[in-house]
């Protein structure tokens, strides 16, 4: 069975280690192949390619290092297919969910591509008599993306087009368990032209992750994962000096008012809950239903759900399998959880009969109605297709749920009354807002991140804050005598120096 190893200096770099993780392909449940795990002189040596190519890469002209992106984004574009299928067969989301994925990498890529614009810096002639001042800003060195399992491509994607772009080397930590697309995209970046150790790809566990966080020569680390680790990256990674943007976990909150269109929310409550088999980050979990709204919503919903076909991504089924068996173990011990709590099971997805070949990991759509808050399955991000309607009497009781939830990452809303929106807007406490849109997942020129539990640090990921995470500024203050007046030099004045 083949080995996945490790990718420093543009090429496999061989573990010093013999641990392995197995990476299956979920709608099968069929082990596919095998990754190494790194040892910490593993982390030492894909490092060590890191910061050896720093020096020449950030010395490259951003006209050269614009136009290798701009390869990297046509070969990305002629070739998604193929990292769809990737994805796919070791994410199990369906294909058209992870073409969507590389799409959404791929606008960051595009992003990216206008590096030279967003790197400009600032001049101002004579700020004193005879003194100009300007600032620049300038890669930070090595840096470090550490990502979840459940987008393989994207994630990785919102944060290394920006880094590469402004100068950075990277080192690329994926998820174990879905290991193969940041090999992929290491060729692609070797295709592209990308010089040897700019784009490097760690593999493993917590001595993998814990070496990023330490090693001197890392300089920054993003992170996206669930929030106890997130917080545990962010807390270890800022002790040793890093500049550290840690993306955590969430429970998205979707409040439909009496006068929503119900069609439309009952769609997007499917997508937004089990799209993905709801293993996003702004799935949404938990739909609040305010007023007389609850019945025909739900009926709706279950209606939709009931009508879903599971089974494997690459049948064109609507859904696909969880990621691995203890995730799926994990989604039903949940959904046994809320029937014993006493919530209504509408739609059961246990013992859902896929259409797949083997043993994979399923669980096919589940609705619950009338869940309360101190049940498990509302106060847990449970990151898979269970849907929660909880219902409430007030707007200001929907609000006031959502913003006593310990994480913010995004929330909709869904009425054709623009004045509450735009009061839903302005009171919520989440990062990203939809309103009548369910995953307001934000364009790449714009910047992704949560509140709260869903982000530790103060940086979102890509737009003008990533390139902002991914670069420091310097301030220059200049004097340059006039040839005329050489030798008239100012008389000496040890005060502070004032502007005049
Ligand atoms: P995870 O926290 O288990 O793993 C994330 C990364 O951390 C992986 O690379 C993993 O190898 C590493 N890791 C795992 N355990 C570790 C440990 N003990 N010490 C050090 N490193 C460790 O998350 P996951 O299960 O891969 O992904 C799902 C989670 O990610 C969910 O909570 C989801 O909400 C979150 N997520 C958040 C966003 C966001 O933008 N906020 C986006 C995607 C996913």
Not at 197 to 226: C, E, I, Q, R, W
Not at 299 to 319: N, P, Q, S, V, W
Not at 387 to 398: F, G, K, W
Request: hydrophobic residues 40%; contains cysteine.
């Amino acid at each position: 069975m083949e080995t996945l190893q490790h990718w420093a200096g543009g090429a496999a770099l061989k573990s010093t280690g013999d641990r392995l993780g197995d990476v299956t392909d979920p709608a099968t449940g069929q082990v596919t192949r095998q990754v190494a795990f790194a040892t910490e002189a593993d982390v030492e040596a894909v490092i060590a390619a890191a910061r050896d190519a720093f020096p020449l890469w950030r010395d490259t002209s951003l006209t050269k290092r614009t136009q290798i992106l701009f390869r990297f984004r046509e070969l990305l574009n002629a070739r998604a297919d193929e990292l769809a299928a990737i994805i796919t067969s070791e994410h199990g989301k369906v294909l058209s969910d992870a073409a969507g994925e590389v799409a959404r990498g791929q606008e960051v890529v595009e992003f990216a591509c206008g590096m030279p614009h967003l790197l400009k810096g600032s001049a101002t002639e004579n700020a004193s008599t005879g003194i100009d001042v300007s600032s620049i800003r300038q890669p930070l060195g090595v840096v470090g993306i550490i990502s979840p399992f459940n987008f393989p491509a994207m994630v990785p994607m919102w944060f290394f087009p920006i880094a590469i772009a402004a100068g950075n080397t990277v080192v690329l930590k994926p998820s174990e368990k879905v290991p193969s697309a940041a090999l992929w995209l290491a060729e692609l970046w070797r295709e592209a032209g990308l010089p040897d150790g700019v784009f490097n790809v760690l593999h493993g566990d917590k001595v993998a992750v814990d070496g990023l966080l330490t090693h001197p020569d890392v300089k920054s680390v993003s992170f996206v994962g669930s929030t106890p680790i997130a917080r545990y990256v962010y807390e270890t990674g800022t002790a040793h000096g890093k500049r550290v943007q840690a993306l955590g976990g969430a429970k998205n909150h979707a409040v439909v008012l009496p006068d929503a269109d119900l069609d439309l929310a009952a769609d997007q409550a499917i997508n937004a809950g089990f799209g993905s088999a709801g293993e996003r980050c702004m799935a949404i979990s938990a739909v609040v239903a305010v007023g007389s709204c609850g019945d025909a919503l739900v009926e709706k919903i279950a209606e939709r759900a009931r009508g879903l076909r599971t089974g494997d991504g690459r049948r064109g089924c609507d859904m696909g399998p969880l990621v691995t068996a203890a995730a799926r173990d994990r989604v039903s011990g949940y959904v046994d959880a809320g029937e014993a709590a006493g919530a209504s099971l509408v739609v059961d997805g246990r013992g859902v009969s896929p259409d797949a070949e083997g043993e994979g990991f399923f669980v096919g759509p589940t609705l619950f109605d009338h869940v309360t808050t101190d049940m498990s399955i509302y106060t847990d991000e449970i990151f898979g297709p269970v849907l929660s309607v909880v219902r409430v009497d007030t707007y200001d009781e929907a609000v006031a749920l959502i913003n006593a939830n310990p994480y913010g990452n995004g929330t909709a809303i869904f009425t054709n009354d623009g004045g509450a929106a735009r009061r839903f807007q302005n009171e919520v406490e989440v990062g990203m807002i939809g309103i009548n849109v369910p995953v307001p997942v934000p364009m790449a020129y714009y910047s992704f991140g949560g509140w709260k539990n869903s982000l530790f640090g103060d940086t979102h990921a890509h737009g003008t804050e990533g390139v902002h995470f991914f670069t420091r500024g310097k301030v220059v203050t200049t004097r340059w005598i006039d040839p005329a007046r050489r030798g008239e030099s100012g008389e000496l004045d040890l005060g502070f120096p004032r502007n005049s």
